[in-house]
C-alpha cells in the first residue's frame, strides 16, 4: 500500500557547491575580487530532493557520493531533511562531485561542475532499489549522472505505472528512448534550445520547440522560462503560465525548486497547468535567498505566495 504523503524517488546527483559572488566576472587572464563566498550542499539530484522534501513529499534519493568530508556532509543533509538515503553509494575511488557557481550582481548564475563520483554511478547502484521506484508516486532524473542509469530507473518505472519526470539538464544530447520514457520533459531556455535548435523567445518560438519536444515522444512538455514563468504544452494545450515578481539574490537551484515542486504537486494528483503554478512560486521563491538548496521553500511559503 503506498504512502498517504507524496512519494517521490531522485536518482541524481550531489556536488557541493563552492560559490562565489564578484560584481562582474573576469576576462581571460583577468584576476578580479569577489564579495562573497559560500559553500552548500548542492548537486541537481540532491537539490531537487531536498526541494520536494520541504515542501511535503517522501522522498528517497539513489545516488553516489565519495567516501570523503563532503560525502559525510550530504549524508548529514540528507537525514536532517527526513530523506531516505540507504540507497547513496559510498565511492572509495571517486571523490563527491564538485559544482562551482558565480554568481554575478544581476544574480544570474554560471556554473563549472565536476562530476567525480556521479560519473561513476552505474546501473547496479539503482537495481537492489528497484523497489522503491516502483512503489512511488513520481522518478524524477536529470542528466548530472551517466545517462544509461536514467534510463535504467525510466524503464523500471515506466513497467511499474510509475510517473517518470526528466529534467534534461545540464544540456545533452538525449537518448531517443528518454524521450518515449518521460511523462513530463522539463528544460530551460538553453537546454530548449540546445535540444530542439530553436530558442523559446516569443510565443511562436515557444509553440514550436514544445511541439518538437512533444514529437519527440514526452507526454507533456513544460519549458522553464526564468522570470517569465513557464510553458506548458500537451497534446490537448499550449499554455504560457507567468511567474512572479520577486527581488532575485540567486538564482542558482530555481530550476531545482521548480522540479521537486513539480513532482509533489503531481504526486498530489494536481492537474498539470496547477502543478506548474505551483512549481512557479516554488522557483520564485528560491532566487530571493543565496544558495541552491538553502532556499528552497517549504509548502507554507508557497501557499503564502499564492494567497491561499
Keep these: 500500500m503506498k504512502s498517504v504523503l507524496p512519494r517521490v524517488v531522485v536518482v541524481g546527483s550531489f556536488n557541493m557547491d563552492l560559490v562565489v559572488r564578484t560584481p562582474r566576472r573576469p576576462a581571460k587572464g583577468e584576476t578580479v575580487f569577489g564579495s562573497d563566498f559560500g559553500m552548500y550542499c548542492g548537486g541537481k539530484g540532491?537539490?531537487?530532493a531536498i526541494a520536494a522534501a520541504r515542501l511535503g513529499g517522501e522522498v528517497t534519493m539513489i545516488g553516489r557520493v565519495g567516501a570523503d568530508h563532503f560525502g559525510d556532509l550530504f549524508l548529514q543533509a540528507l537525514a536532517g531533511n527526513s530523506i531516505r538515503a540507504d540507497a547513496v553509494t559510498r565511492d572509495e575511488h571517486n571523490g563527491t562531485g564538485v559544482g562551482l557557481p558565480v554568481i554575478g550582481a544581476d544574480g544570474d548564475n554560471?556554473?563549472?561542475?565536476?562530476?567525480?563520483?556521479?560519473?561513476?554511478?552505474?546501473?547496479?547502484?539503482?537495481?537492489?532499489y528497484a523497489d522503491q521506484i516502483c512503489q512511488a508516486d513520481i522518478l524524477l532524473l536529470q542528466l548530472e549522472i551517466p545517462q544509461a542509469v536514467s534510463h535504467y530507473a525510466a524503464h523500471v518505472a515506466?513497467?511499474?505505472?510509475?510517473?517518470?519526470?526528466?529534467?534534461?539538464?545540464?544540456?545533452?544530447?538525449l537518448d531517443d528512448e528518454l524521450y518515449q520514457l518521460a511523462d513530463v520533459l522539463v528544460p530551460n531556455e538553453q537546454e530548449t534550445l540546445a535540444l530542439t535548435g530553436i530558442l523559446p523567445a516569443d510565443e511562436q518560438s515557444l509553440r514550436r520547440a514544445a511541439s518538437a519536444l512533444l514529437d519527440k515522444g514526452a507526454r507533456v512538455v513544460v519549458l522553464t522560462l526564468g522570470a517569465r514563468g513557464a510553458f506548458l504544452a500537451t497534446s490537448k494545450e499550449q499554455t504560457l503560465l507567468p511567474g512572479h515578481a520577486v527581488s532575485v539574490v540567486d538564482t542558482t537551484g530555481a530550476g531545482d525548486a521548480f522540479c521537486g515542486a513539480l513532482a509533489v504537486a503531481l504526486a498530489r494528483g494536481a492537474s498539470p497547468a496547477d502543478a506548474v503554478r505551483?512549481?512557479?512560486?516554488?522557483g520564485a521563491l528560491s532566487v530571493t535567498r543565496a544558495g541552491a538548496s538553502p532556499s528552497m521553500p517549504t509548502a507554507a511559503q508557497v501557499r503564502q505566495l499564492l494567497g491561499g
Design 158 to 173: 515506466r513497467r511499474a505505472g510509475v510517473k517518470v519526470i526528466l529534467n534534461p539538464a545540464p544540456a545533452s544530447p
Design 278 to 282: 505551483f512549481a512557479n512560486a516554488a
Design 46 to 48: 540532491f537539490n531537487q
Design 110 to 128: 554560471s556554473i563549472v561542475v565536476v562530476p567525480r563520483a556521479n560519473m561513476a554511478m552505474q546501473i547496479q547502484d539503482v537495481e537492489p
